[in-house]
């Protein structure tokens, strides 16, 4: 009903930057809120950053000062500009989104990216 694809992963050297986009396509009522997820081999799935449609951001403190999430509703589209990039960044990036799929669907459903690799060397 709803896919989320990822792009803009990659390998990167420390200290560089790196633009990740996320698509949603599909059967779209609208998007309450998107985010960023990432998991590290050996480590559990954690919160990178969050967007309600509204414009209103959270961060992880990890990557506060760093990165950037932001949306254009327009396109069903959200991303992540991440600067001043650390090893520690490395880790699959997952794109999440809460969607509605029509107006009888309050709730709304959430939906996950395949994931992208970003690799960052030291």
């Known amino acids: 009903q709803v896919q989320l694809v990822e792009s803009g992963g990659g390998l990167v050297q420390a200290g560089g930057s790196l633009r990740l986009s996320c698509k949603a396509s599909g059967r779209i009522f609208n998007i309450n809120d998107m985010g960023w997820y990432r998991q590290a081999p050996g480590k559990q799935r954690e919160l990178v950053a969050t967007?309600?449609?509204?414009?209103?951001?959270t961060y992880a403190d990890s990557v506060k000062g760093r990165f950037t999430i932001s949306r254009d509703n327009a396109k069903n589209t959200v991303y992540l500009q991440m600067n001043s990039l650390k090893p520690e960044d490395t880790a699959v990036y997952f794109c999440?989104?809460?969607?509605?799929?029509?107006?009888?669907?309050?709730?709304?459903?959430?939906?996950w990216g395949q994931g992208t690799q970003v690799t960052v060397s030291s």
């Open positions: 967007i309600i449609s509204g414009g209103s951001t």
């Open positions: 999440n989104a809460l969607v509605r799929i029509s107006s009888v669907n309050r709730s709304g459903n959430r939906y």
